[in-house]
Every structure is written in structure tokens, then in C-alpha cells.
T-cell receptor
Framework: AQKITQTQPGMFVQEKEAVTLDCTYD???????LFWYKQPSSGEMIFLIY??????QNATEGRYSLNFQKARKSANLVISASQLGDSAMYFC?????????????????FGKGTHLIIQP | GAVVSQHPSRVICKSGTSVKIECRSL??????MFWYRQFPKKSLMLMAT?????????EQGVEKDKFLINHASLTLSTLTVTSAHPEDSSFYIC??????????FGPGTRLTVL
């Protein structure tokens, strides 16, 4: 079973509209972290936002907010007032475990991504 | 924010040769770095975790003798693709842990094996 599921392979949105990118996850860990990254055509991975499993409030970073619904295991990214420069691939990712255990691997598991295109 | 660099950004090599990719954390120390591989129009797949001063931890299905990882210092991890073949052509991205909740990614290295 996939650990991170992004059901929208591609999305077209009008400039200035809000966008919601879906992400559901699967883990049996109590402690985990959820990330969203943006990957423009240049290939670099740009960190957008982070939500810890124990965080009670939804994370926000500027125009980005994360709609965290723990019971549904959902961590949707919301981009308000979309801009042309938001066109890119968007990846949802998860870190399982405490993260700072220092012992085991805690690399990220990525979803397949959503290709977002903002239209003028 | 923290900066991670990769070198080279792009490399083309002949089949059978070895290629070394460097990942450096420029303004912070990283005891743990990660190597990912991304195929065209695909997601990132974790290959291995690189720990400073110890052996790397490889994900299932990743050949440790094929992809040699060395984390010799707190700011440098290297990935060497040995005896490269065309199927090794891919986009390789490293990241460095900047704390429990943060990973900083390098700009990636595009490897093409002819």
C-alpha cells in the first residue's frame, strides 16, 4: 500500500484563485511529520510547509497552509491567491518516527506529485 | 535558510565508468544526509541514509556495491555510481537534516550514461 497518496496528477487553476492539493497518508506511527515541497522545472526541491503529528494547529507559511485532518490521515496543501510562479510539481512527503532518534533511517517518503499549472 | 549544494549539476559519462556526486551543507553541519533518485515525471525515491562516520543505510532494493556512499565529514557526503549503465541515468538529489523537522535539498545532479 502506498504511504503517501496524491490523487491529482495534474491541476489547472486560474490565477488568483485558491488551490487545494490533496494528500493522504498511511502510517502506524504515533509520531510523524508531513511536508510539502515544490519542484519547479529546474528540479530543485523547495520546502513549503511542515506539520507535526502532535501539532494541534494547522501549519501556515505565508500563502501556504496545511489542512491537517488527523483522523482522516489527510494533509492537504492550500495555496491562497495563486500566482503564475506557483506553476510546478508539488510533492507531499512523510517522515515516520521521532525524526531525531539519530539511529534509523528517517528519510522522507514522497507521494507521486501533482503538476499544478496556473493560468492567467 | 540553510543551503545544500551538489556537484556536478549535470554529468554525461560512458557506460562502465564511475561517477562521483558530491553533496555539501554550506552553512550548517549535517550528521545525516539522504540520497534520493528521481526518474522523469516520477516521485523521489529514497536510496540511502548517509551518516557521518559510519556506514550508510540502504533502502531495500538499492545495491550498496553499485551506489557507494561516503560521509567523511559533517558537511560532505558523496555518492559514487560505480560501473554506470544507461539504466542508472536519472536525477539524483541529496538532502541534509537541519533538525528533526527539516530537510534541506540540494539542487540535484542529472546523470546521463551513454
Amino acid at each position: 500500500a502506498q504511504k503517501i497518496t496524491q490523487t491529482q496528477p495534474g491541476m489547472f487553476v486560474q490565477e488568483k484563485e485558491a488551490v487545494t492539493l490533496d494528500c493522504t497518508y498511511d502510517t502506524s506511527d504515533q509520531s510523524y511529520g508531513l511536508f510539502w515541497y515544490k519542484q519547479p522545472s529546474s528540479g530543485e526541491m523547495i520546502f513549503l510547509i511542515y506539520q507535526g503529528s502532535y501539532d494541534e494547529q494547522n501549519a501556515t507559511e505565508g500563502r501556504y497552509s496545511l489542512n491537517f485532518q488527523k483522523a482522516r490521515k489527510s494533509a492537504n496543501l492550500v495555496i491562497s491567491a495563486s500566482q503564475l510562479g506557483d506553476s510546478a510539481m508539488y510533492f507531499c512527503a512523510m517522515r515516520e518516527g521521532e525524526g531525531d532518534s539519530g539511529g534509523g533511517a528517517d528519510g522522507l517518503t514522497f507521494g507521486k506529485g501533482t503538476h499544478l499549472i496556473i493560468q492567467p | 535558510g540553510a543551503v545544500v549544494s551538489q556537484h556536478p549539476s549535470r554529468v554525461i559519462c560512458k557506460s562502465g565508468t564511475s561517477v562521483k556526486i558530491e553533496c555539501r551543507s554550506l552553512d550548517f553541519q549535517a550528521t545525516t544526509m539522504f540520497w534520493y533518485r528521481q526518474f522523469p515525471k516520477k516521485s523521489l525515491m529514497l536510496m540511502a541514509t548517509s551518516n557521518e562516520g559510519s556506514k550508510a543505510t540502504y533502502e531495500q532494493g538499492v545495491e550498496k556495491d553499485k551506489f557507494l556512499i561516503n560521509h567523511a565529514s559533517l558537511t560532505l557526503s558523496t555518492l559514487t555510481v560505480t560501473s554506470a549503465h544507461p539504466e542508472d541515468s536519472s536525477f539524483y538529489i541529496c538532502s541534509a537534516r537541519g533538525g528533526k523537522d527539516t530537510q534541506y535539498f540540494g539542487p540535484g545532479t542529472r546523470l546521463t550514461v551513454l
